[in-house]
């Protein structure tokens, strides 16, 4: 039964070097970081464009570390997707985009090796638009800073100054719109990822950037979602709790965003919400994220190790998890995973199987669920902690499900 079809966002890490020290990041992708990791080149990322748009996905989700350290080779792949049908989204925090006074000064490494030194705001950002780019997330947390001046002496850490000098290029640029495609929704978006004691400098650092953009709240659509804008348009702001995931693992418990015990019982994930009842009818429903070193994921928090595109394709790899074996380096995250989309077929259960899971285990092992201290709804966590993997298909399978 082929219940993993993806056809959303072919999001692809091309680089793990970042211009920023977020501890907060979902990889392992500090600026201190000489990482030796095999890459993925540019004629494996061409194929993979061309996977994606084969598999009718919509669009490419361009992360790193910091994409636009990539920034020539970026412009190029963005084009070639382009071509193909796939429409292009940065992930970026900004900071060299928007770069200005001594923090361009200082961090003239970074902007020489992306070969952006020489270049305005104006010209990147109107580079990008030409290249296809059609959505761009800016990152912002309190691991961005604010300052009475861009002469101040920072280079290891973004100014909320040279934030806001970028998103208030974009709106120049006419992305302040919510997209005809309702897969791609709105074109500007700041995501800021705080937990627990990080939450009111985060929220100190998102409020100086807006207003340095010049922009004002429009909208609280709830505790997590709000719209800023003005007359050149609007802002989607989303709020995301830390997860243990890439450096963040290293975090203190009092900063990340704990679950624990019964409450994980009541996890709820799009992901699994059944091709027939989402949103779009199911035509655009499913991610896909390669990480830098080719191991491809369910999704962009690095939840289900499912393959490697240096070891066989896309379509391998998602056949793979549509007809598990017991074989190879992914043979469990990949059972795991189609017995999860299995869970979510019951129209009882749906989105709710990730919380599902951990009731079935719970049954028969309460003693592992105590124990257990997740984030981001324990998805990673049942993607990656072999004895938890373990105990979820024993359930599963006495379960007869």
Known sequence: MELFRPTAQLKISITPDCNNNCAICLNKTTRSRNDREKRLSMDVISSLIDEGAALGMIGVYWTGGEPLIEYKNLLKLMEYANKKGLLSTIVTNGGLIGAYGNYKKLNYQFLEKAGMNGLSTASIVKSLKESGLKRVYFSVDNCHTTLKSPLSEVNGIVPSEVVAKSIRRFLYEGFGKIHE????????????????????????????????????????????????????????????????????????????????????????????????????????????????????????????????????????????????????????????????????QNKKIGNNAIGEAFRLINIKNPEMIKKLKTQCGGCNCLGNNKELQKAFLEAFHINNL
């Open 181 to 344: 495609l309702d897969a791609i929704g709105y074109q500007l978006r700041v995501t800021a990822t705080s937990s627990g004691m990080w939450d009111k400098p985060t929220n100190d650092v998102i409020i100086d950037v807006m207003g340095k953009a010049g922009l004002k709240l429009k909208k609280i659509l709830s505790t997590c979602n709000s719209i800023y804008g003005d007359e050149k348009g609007i802002v989607f702001l989303k709020r995301l709790g830390i997860s243990s995931i890439g450096d963040a693992q290293e975090l203190d418990d009092s900063i990340l965003e704990n679950k624990r015990g019964s409450y994980l019982f009541n996890t709820r994930c799009t992901q699994f919400t059944p091709r027939d009842q989402a949103y779009d009818g199911g035509k655009y429903h499913g991610d896909l994220f390669v990480d830098y070193n080719g191991t491809v994921y369910s999704c962009g928090n690095h939840a289900y190790p499912i393959g490697n595109v240096f070891e066989e394709s896309l379509s391998s790899i998602i056949k793979g998890v549509n007809t598990p074996n017991s074989d190879g380096d992914f043979a469990i995250s990949r059972r795991v995973f189609y017995s999860l989309l299995l869970l979510s």
